[in-house]
């Protein structure tokens, strides 16, 4: 069994950045057009994410030392909460600052911290995760990416698919076989840094429902790496993969993905007038969004004290995305009366929310699979 | 210090709250013992400010208290009997001996009530005012009445007026905590249930289909516990701080997750559930009442999304930061 979560707040010098945050928000999103902004922590604009960099705002959470701020995750999750309330456009950076980063930081060698927490911090570095392979989904101990040493470094062969921002990152960090085979499971897997443009990388974008290209299938072709292509240990990839999905489970960015959508319509609510059943579910979405925050701030004090809340994390995430397909789903009940005339960028923004929504629960470790994280730490299995 | 009041709270229910006892109790049997225990306890003056002679804690500390209540489908207005008593001190009365049971208004003399728990008294809000009532002069309108609510009735002129508003929100945050405490027991009963059934050979917990049920359960059940703390954060102008923006979310959120608890630990228990020697029909017969009292879902939500859009505040997180935070704005600043 788990415990109860108990409250837990942002530490006042964490909440003390968000003016900052919001004034610089408020000069810079408002000209992008709902829709856009609806794709939340997928919309890609590098100069936006230079722009924060030149604030100090990218990898709040490294040290000083290697060009962060030094701070603890609560400010980092002041900042996520506004760019993803606001839309703002953050895909460029966002994995290296909030896993890649991390992970480099906590598995890496000093010389690793040193080449890439900067300019991760700088803009200068995205990254993307290359798990997923063609016939390695929920069951990730599959992976068939082998790399295998050679002379002083490594050679890599096989395929990554679902790769997010593959084709406009400069570095992947690659989950791969480095001994043993596939039946081995989580033995002999471990996480090397991939250089995109290294000869040998075969980057293809997919084209997703909605149109946009965010994701790609990235084929290796006898790339070589050197030595310090590896992070951490060898054979350690299962272990630190697990410790860098529980960060990503539980924060803003399993609660706000329809946040865009949420606002707009309210806002809309608030110029043409809401009628009895609109206010009623306007309060409620307005009541889960509280609890879930009040949840996830609760996990990520965990963290900060430094335990592991798996569990939590994964009920939260759960719960988190569940929530944000609920939004797009009971908004276009709603606008669904015959004689209303919602406007265009509402219903643009309703419609790619829509669209993406299923997403929300594969990326990150499926519903399923979330659930059956809990059940096993309830003692069911 | 909340650990510790839980823990006398549980060693308090376990010994005199046993289900044999809560049964006798819902049956219409006497309830003097038990609430001699519970008033002896000293938890009923815990919201009552020190300098009159109470506890002087607040919401946040007594939760535990409630959700012990809760998980043990205490028959008694254990709740009620402290909001009353903070209420009246509040207006300058000297609160009256026994329990006393929050009501909801239902007509002329008319008080709506949680069945099968009985009181001394009843406080009944009339808008910014509230009735005082003797049980004992109340006629029970049976035709009214069904297992979710009693009703009761006085001849008119009975009981005394008192300027005590704000009574309807602070019932609904009663029933958000021992709803939420309720849920607690549910889950860990559901869990031990599936672990000891064998079905084919296994128990039934090694079904994935049931391990799915359980962990939307389990999501539910922590999702209440945290709206009751959001609940019980005192920085509103009702009853010792509680703020009525809080306890609509809670009560809603509660509210949608009793329905789904209910609904799983039913499915997982199979006809054993259905039964009166089981348990755990207490506990969802408690949380069918709780969701009723006090304005459901759809009342809440909609009081809570024109509070939205009446105010300043355009954006929802904005609004959630500035009345619906883990501590009081003040806090933060
Ligand atoms: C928008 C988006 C971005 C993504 N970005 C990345 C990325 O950057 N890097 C990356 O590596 N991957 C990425 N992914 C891939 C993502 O991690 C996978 O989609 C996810 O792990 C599920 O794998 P799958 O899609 O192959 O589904 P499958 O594993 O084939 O699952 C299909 C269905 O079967 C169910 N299922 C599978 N196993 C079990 C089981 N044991 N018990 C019960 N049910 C089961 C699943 O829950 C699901 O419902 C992304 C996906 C999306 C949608």
Known sequence: MIGALPLAAIPPEDEALRPEIRDFLRETVPVIPPERRARSWMGFDADFSRKLAERGWLGLTFPKEYGGAGRGPFARYVLAEELLASGAPVSAHWIADRQSGPLIHRFGTEEQRRFYLPRICRAEAFFCIGMSEPNTGSDLASVTTRAVRDRDGWRLNGAKIWTTNAHRSHYMIALVRTSGTPQDRHKGLSQVIVDLKAPGVRISPIRDLAGDAHFSEVVFEDVVLPADALIGEESSGWMQVNAELAFERSGPERVLSSAVLLDTWAQWLREAGAHQAAETLLGRLIAHLAVLRAMSIAVTSRLVEGESPVVEAALVKDLGTEFEQLIPTVIADILASPGQVAPGPLMRTLAYTTAMAPSFSLRGGTREILRGMIARGMGLR | ?333
């Open chain 2, 1 to 333: 210090m909340d650990g510790l009041l839980f823990r006398s709270a549980e060693e308090l229910f376990t010994r005199h709250a046993t289900p044999e006892a809560v049964r006798a109790i819902r049956a219409g049997g006497p309830a003097s013992a038990l609430w001699g225990e519970i008033e002896a306890s000293g938890f009923l003056e815990a919201l009552v400010p020190e300098e009159a002679g109470g506890a002087g804690i607040g919401p946040p500390e007594i939760l535990p208290v409630l959700l012990a209540a809760g998980r043990f489908a205490l028959p008694l207005p254990i709740a009620e009997t402290m909001l009353a008593r903070a209420a009246l001190v509040a207006t300058g009365e000297t609160p009256p001996e026994g329990a006393i049971a929050l009501a909801e208004p239902a007509g002329e003399h008319m008080a709506r009530l949680a069945p099968g728990q009985p009181a001394d008294w009843v406080l009944l809000p009339q808008g910014e005012t509230a009735l005082l009532l003797p049980w004992d002069k109340a006629e029970p309108d049976t035709d009214a009445s069904s297992a979710l609510a009693d009703l009761l009735r006085w001849p008119a002129g009975t009981g005394r007026s008192l300027a005590c508003p704000d009574l309807l929100a602070a019932g609904a945050w009663a029933e958000v905590a021992i709803m939420a405490g309720a849920m607690e027991r549910i889950l860990e009963d559901t869990v031990r249930h599936a672990r000891d059934r064998q079905q084919f050979g296994r128990p039934i917990a090694a079904f994935q289909a049931i391990q799915q049920q359980i962990s939307v359960l389990t999501e539910d059940v922590f999702a209440s516990r945290m709206a009751a703390q959001l609940a019980s954060v005192p920085d509103g102008k009702g009853i010792a701080g509680l703020n009525p923006t809080r306890i609509a979310t809670a009560k809603l959120r509660v509210g949608e997750a009793a329905v789904r608890v209910c609904a799983i630990a039913h499915a997982v228990h199979g006809a054993m559930g259905i039964t009166e020697e089981l348990d755990l029909h207490l506990l969802t017969a408690r949380l069918q009442v709780g969701r009723m009292r006090f304005g459901g879902e759809a009342h809440w939500a909609h009081w809570l999304g024109r509070q939205f859009l009446a105010g300043d505040l355009t954006e929802t997180l904005a609004f959630v930061r500035a009345h619906l935070g883990p501590v009081a704005p003040e806090a933060t600043a």
